[in-house]
Nanobody, 130 residues
Framework: QDQLVESGGGSVQAGGSLNLSCTAS?????????LGWFRQAPGKEREGVAL?????????TYADSVKGRFIISKDNGKDTFHLQMSNLKPDDTAMYYC?????????????????????WGQGTQVIVSS
């Protein structure tokens, strides 16, 4: 059974940093093509944060709201993905999820099409206080 497990959430003050991890156990089809981090705050829609191609180039894509503050990466040789978050703001408070697309490498518009991602983790909570 395909599985993604997030870790690393917590509570920080504004300006602080957190590192989220997503450990993948995906065996369906030919594995992960695009790995995304998404977030959802109470009462708000799910929002794409960052994407990374799971190939030799590991091209990345970011939402405008996190550019320059968040970095998505993958441990080479391991099925673990990371989201390094710095200069956190109260607006970053949300449940963060990693998700996998098993069919297509990432495109910018995937940030808005979360329903194309077929494997999801259970989420990890991030709280940023002012």
């Amino acid at each position: 059974q395909d599985q993604l497990v997030e870790s690393g959430g917590g509570s920080v003050q504004a300006g602080g940093s957190l590192n989220l991890s997503c450990t993948a156990s995906v065996y369906s089809r030919r594995g992960i093509y695009c790995l995304g981090w998404f977030r959802q705050a109470p009462g708000k829609e799910r929002e794409g944060v960052a994407l990374i191609d799971n190939d030799g180039d590991f091209d990345t894509t970011y939402a405008d709201s996190v550019k320059g503050r968040f970095i998505i990466s993958k441990d080479n040789g391991k099925d673990t993905f990371h989201l390094q978050m710095s200069n956190l703001k109260p607006d970053d408070t949300a449940m963060y999820y990693c998700a996998a697309d098993l069919d297509t490498f990432c495109y910018q518009f995937f940030l808005k099409e979360w329903d194309r991602f077929t494997v999801w983790g259970q989420g990890t909570q991030v709280i940023v206080s002012s």
